[in-house]
């Protein structure tokens, strides 16, 4: 019995020596060191048999696997980020060009030399000290007093100032306080032939780096000054950027973020939190009881094993809250890059600095994002592709991709651009490519089956237009603007959805009643007093359209948008519904290929609306040849390519009565 005890407390005595290496070789912080040291001696004194045990075991061994300095260099090569980020993703110059300036600025911030003051009234030493650190290769700049060294730090940041303490009026102390008050991170060294020891207290305890007595020697100043820069660049190292891609499905957000990792060099993780509730997700639960966790942040940063990866969160437009807290909330201290330097799990309840991570967020729409929140990032919106990117896309990156899926490698087949046409306007309807590579998976696929069951025929199948309709069945969708007609009380409107911009159709009908209006086709609140606000803009102004002022008395109107299951919203349907009215009253047919989109005010004016540019795309994709849009919306078009814009007529229009003449047939 006296055998098996010792070989326990042996068998207890090992793992906590080997917890105690572990903890001097983690390289943590001296805080979270000091709590791991404690922990562990509190872990000396307790039985290996309580649950307590259990618990101070996992979390100190949790603390020593996280990676507290350990860092992927950057990779800041422009020319390969840029070549990485093409060979990724077809289109997209804004997000590159936004990922290659934050590089940019990195660089430069990196390769920046240290600019050192020196302040002293003797000319002599100050010469001294310029001409030493210069040598160094720093940038020094000099000032004879006080009042000239607080000019030159009003108007620019120092790494380091060298001051003497004794001078006339503005003193050393003086300056420590009013820098550290400017510039906290900027490091000061006190320099003074009068060195006591209650003058380095003091100097010491406002702030200062270090504090050296005159006569100096050249290598302690050396010494000193190095060690005070290295300090700071430490703490000013490039903060993580927070961007948010922002739009429809399927156009390449999250993808483009681990094209980001690897341009860079860093670790990449991915963080799903479309419909999480529980606020412990984000900031991990208390380490009261066994089956405490950390939160997703922390815990992915350890199986980076670097404490700089690129950190994709995705849908974080769709997170939930409840009881349970709102998560959303937590993600306000992750992603501020003022506050993520000190961010507290709740399960490590030590500081871990998050300011060297690239978080970057995705959601389909960025409204939808809690307002504080939001304002914590740099959206930058992905709109849908055209039909030309589609193509291209589908060439380099698609159909190799379903070639190599379908094991079709050494019998590659050929798909004329014909035939990727023809399944981008018939078999898909979206803003993204996620349909169109189900259907070239699709035709893979039956390619695949034909060469098992027919080897005689084994060679390259080049697909053309005809061949479709074999392989992935009946068309799903029709140009219902380019094939319809012009119709009485029917308009055409443009919308902007969660999958990108689409088009609907306004009808119209009167018949008798008690002046009520109908509205149907799952229409929200907005989008119902845009309905009200359009009668009665029409009810007051009928006559300038020539509509009979009783038109209302002894009927009733009603107003219907067509995929009644798909809830609407929103105001950009205003002027649509209004125009639909007008052409009911008039009985002047709308022109189905003009469509429009613009809220509409009681006195007619159309104010500008979201989305311009997916509704553009949308318009195209749809066949309509003329689109209105409100005059304050023109600014936006200038993002638009020129390509997409080429087979449209694109108008603007300020009030209804400039609109009417253009959709009504004479």
């Known amino acids: 019995m006296k055998l098996f005890k010792r070989s326990e407390e042996t068998q207890h005595a090992a793992v906590l020596e080997e917890l105690r290496e572990k903890i001097t070789n983690a390289q943590m912080p001296p805080h979270t060191k000091e709590i791991a040291d404690k922990e562990l001696e509190i872990l000396s004194k307790i039985s290996p048999a309580t649950a307590e045990y259990t618990i101070g075991l996992t979390y100190v061994d949790y603390l020593v696997s996280l990676p507290w300095n350990k860092k992927t260099e950057d990779n800041l090569d422009l020319n390969r980020a840029e070549q990485v980020l093409n060979e990724d993703h077809y289109g997209l110059h804004k997000i590159k060009e936004r990922v290659l300036e934050h590089l940019a600025v990195k660089k430069l911030r990196m390769n920046r030399r240290p600019r050192i003051l020196v302040v002293d009234d003797e000319e ?234 690239m978080f970057i967020i995705t959601a389909n729409i960025a409204d939808n994002i809690i307002d504080a929140l939001r304002d914590r990032m740099e959206v930058i919106q992905f709109s849908g592709y055209t039909e030309e990117d589609k193509v291209n896309i589908a060439s380099h990156f698609l159909i190799p991709r379903q070639i190599k899926g379908a094991g079709l490698s050494d019998y590659p087949p050929e798909f004329t651009e014909e035939a990727i046409y023809r399944i981008i306007q018939e078999y898909t309807h979206e803003a993204g490519i996620r349909n169109l590579e189900r259907e070239i998976g ?68 009167i018949m008798k009643g008690k002046q009520h209006l109908i509205l149907t086709g799952s229409l929200g609140d907005v989008m119902r007093e845009s309905a009200q606000a359009a009668l009665s803009y029409i009810r007051s102004n009928s006559s300038a359209f020539g509509i009979p002022e009783d038109f209302f008395l002894n009927h009733d109107i009603h107003i219907h948008v067509p995929a009644g299951a ?12 209004t125009l639909a009215l007008i052409s009911l009253l008039t009985g002047r047919p709308a022109k189905r290929d003009v469509a429009v989109t613009g809220e509409l005010t009681l006195s007619g004016r159309i104010l500008p609306v979201g989305g311009i540019k997916e509704k553009i795309l949308a318009a195209r994709r ?45």
């Open 566 to 577: 798909i809830p609407k919203d929103g105001p950009s349907a205003g002027t649509t519904i």
């Open 124 to 357: 002599v030493a100050r010469k001294n000290l310029a001409h030493i650190l210069a040598k160094e290769d720093y940038k020094v700049l000099t000032a004879s007093n006080g009042a000239e060294a607080l000019k030159k730090l009003e108007s620019s940041e120092f790494d380091v100032v060298l001051t003497d303490l004794k001078m006339e009026k503005i003193d050393g102390m003086e300056i420590l306080k009013r820098s550290k008050m400017r510039y906290p991170d900027t490091e000061i060294i006190m320099m003074t032939g009068y060195a006591t020891i209650d003058t380095a207290v003091e100097a010491i305890k406002r702030g200062a780096f270090h504090y050296i007595a005159k006569p100096f020697k050249l290598d302690e100043v050396r010494t000193t000054v190095e060690q005070a820069i290295e300090k700071r660049s430490l703490r000013k190292e490039t903060k993580g950027s927070i961007l948010c891609f922002s739009g429809p499905p399927g156009t390449g957000k999250t993808s483009l973020g681990r094209s980001i990792a690897r341009a860079l060099g860093r670790k990449f993780a991915r963080i799903s939190l479309g419909g999480i509730k529980d606020e412990a997700e984000i900031r991990g639960h208390r380490r009261t009881y066994a089956g405490a966790m950390p939160g997703r942040i922390i815990e992915e940063i350890r199986r980076a094993e670097s404490a700089n990866p690129v950190i994709i969160l995705d849908e974080v437009d769709k997170i939930g809250h409840d009881v349970k807290g709102d998560p959303a909330s937590a993600l306000l201290e992750v992603l501020d890059p003022e506050q993520n330097s000190n961010f507290i799990d709740h399960y490590l309840d030590v500081p871990f600095d998050l300011s060297s991570v």
């Open 442 to 509: 699709s035709v893979c696929r039956k390619i695949a089956k034909d060469f098992v069951q027919h080897t005689e025929h084994a060679g390259t199948v080049v697909v053309a237009p005809e061949m479709i309709e074999r392989l992935l069945g009946p068309r799903k969708y029709y140009f219902e603007v380019a094939e319809g007609r012009d119709r009485i009380g029917v308009t055409t409107g443009l919308v902007w959805t969660e999958v990108g911009g689409d088009i609907i159709f306004v009808e119209a009908a």
């Open 622 to 666: 749809s066949m309509i040849k003329t689109v209105i849009l409100p005059s304050r919306n023109k600014v936006e078009t200038e993002d638009v390519p020129a390509d997409i814009q080429k087979d449209l007529k694109i108008l603007f229009a300020d009030k209804i009565e400039d609109v009417v003449d253009l959709v009504l047939v004479k």
